[in-house]
């Protein structure tokens, strides 16, 4: 499998394992305050980059090069600022608003990236096609 794709599905089972703590949390609190940042981890965080992982290990020939990385980079690091900003405007703090904006917007340039890898032919993208096994 190819190391962007374990970037990812390693991401991806941090976040699940913060999503599940935090949905655990309001479970045996009874206090739901932050259940939108809860479904932000769990979907963008887990759900998405496991999608992203999947797809590199299916198309190996994409997952080479800068511009993986730069999706793996640029989407994790988005989705951090824009959950933990999140969890904390929903606890309160009206200040975090910029950040919520500035992570949701990297974030969507993230998925970005990965549309452009998504439908760029893998020679454009600088991989090399992968041969079919005899």
């Known amino acids: 499998m190819p190391k962007i794709s374990h970037l ?12 599940i703590a935090l949905g655990l949390i309001m479970s045996m609190s009874q206090v739901h305050d932050v259940v939108g940042a809860h479904a932000h981890i769990n979907l963008l965080g ?8 999947g797809y590199y290990a299916l198309n190996p020939a ?4 800068m511009l993986p990385r730069l999706h ?8 951090v600022i824009m ?12 200040g975090m ?16 990236i990965g549309a452009w890898v998504i439908f760029m032919p893998a020679t454009s993208l600088g991989g090399v096609r992968a041969q079919p096994a005899e």
């Open 62 to 65: 994409k997952a080479e090069g």
């Open 8 to 19: 990812f599905f390693r991401a991806g089972i941090l976040f699940l394992i913060v999503g």
């Open 97 to 112: 608003v910029p950040l919520v904006a500035g992570g949701s917007l990297l974030t969507a340039a993230g998925v970005l």
């Open 46 to 53: 887990w759900v998405t980059s496991a999608i992203f992982g």
């Open 72 to 79: 793996f980079w640029v989407y994790t690091i988005g989705v």
């Open 83 to 94: 959950s933990g900003a999140l969890y904390l405007l929903l606890k309160g703090n009206a």
